[in-house]
């Protein structure tokens, strides 16, 4: 795959040359590996997911590793992220006793996702990484593991099931349905949904911000000056989008991870 291909762009093509709009598409999610060992492809996505690791780790690290009593900036904004998770998301969904063990976790979750939906503005790097199906899955694969054995460790394993399928004499001649029903909706559909809900929306403002950026180019020609203006606005607003969505949508993936938890240490789900 050429590099024009992987950028679904042509510097030669403009309105009224006889090319037509070159439309993104899932070419612009594929990246030729940086460099393969033993069939191994490392890719750019895959180097900006390890960046926003050492980011994550190396500013937490730079923040906590001499605490003060009187903190400084850096301790300061990571006093004030790591508070935010905790007390906003964890303490509101699990509760302050049982939830305070799971605060690390979900406040890495929050900060690797955020960082690597924050690269699709980043000059240089411009992807972001969990508009690939494969990393939002990961990360909802280790909330599925997490849940699955929390809940047979708080339950049992009888009453793990029936925690699960929602298992309830009380509900009469419906309890079949019911169970059916839960044990498809918690073991199949949730991992599947708690992915898919973080990569569809950055996979489509992804492509939504490579569109009109494709298309200010490809209208500088002639007339079309005037609608590349128009197209450049757009560029920028759905990059302001962008912003709050990659906060909102780290936010939404951790407040179901905790959801998660707290449906696994609960008598009912």
């Not at 690939?132 to 599925?144: D, G, K, N, S």
């Not at 394993?157 to 009380?170: A, E, Q």
């Not at 349905?177 to 949904?193: A, M």
Request: hydrophobic share 55%; aromatic share 16%; proline share 5%.
């Amino acid at each position: 795959m050429s590099a024009d291909q992987t950028l679904a762009f042509d510097p030669d093509c403009h309105i009224f040359t006889g090319c037509g709009f070159p439309a993104p598409g899932l070419h612009t999610f594929m990246y030729e590996p940086i460099f393969s060992v033993g069939g191994f492809d490392f890719s750019k996505p895959m180097l900006l997911a390890l960046l926003g690791s050492i980011v994550v780790v190396g500013f937490f690290w730079a923040a906590f590793n001499k605490p003060k009593l009187i903190p400084g900036k850096m301790q300061m904004v990571g006093e004030a992220g790591y508070d935010f998770v905790r007390r906003g998301i964890v303490y509101e969904i699990i509760g302050k006793k049982d939830g305070e063990k799971y605060v690390p976790l979900m406040v890495s979750l929050f900060f690797f996702v955020w960082i690597m939906n924050l690269w699709s503005i980043i000059p240089l790097a411009q992807f972001p990484v969990t508009s690939l199906i494969a990393f939002p899955a990961a990360l909802a694969l280790i909330v599925y593991v997490l849940w699955i054995s929390l809940t047979f460790k708080k339950h049992g394993f009888v009453g793990g099931w029936k925690n699960i399928t929602g298992y309830d004499k009380s509900l009469g001649p419906i309890l079949p349905l019911v169970v059916v029903l839960e044990f498809f909706s918690n073991l199949l559909i949730r991992p599947f949904t708690h992915a898919v809900r973080l990569f569809a929306n950055m996979f489509a403002g992804h492509l939504l911000i490579v569109m009109f950026s494709l298309a200010t180019y490809y209208l500088m020609n002639e007339i079309g000056f005037v609608y590349a203006g128009a197209s450049f606005v757009m560029v920028i607003i759905m990059t302001a989008f962008e912003l709050f969505i990659q906060a909102v949508q780290a936010y939404v993936f951790v407040l179901l991870a905790c959801s998660y938890v707290q449906g696994a240490l609960s008598e009912h789900h």
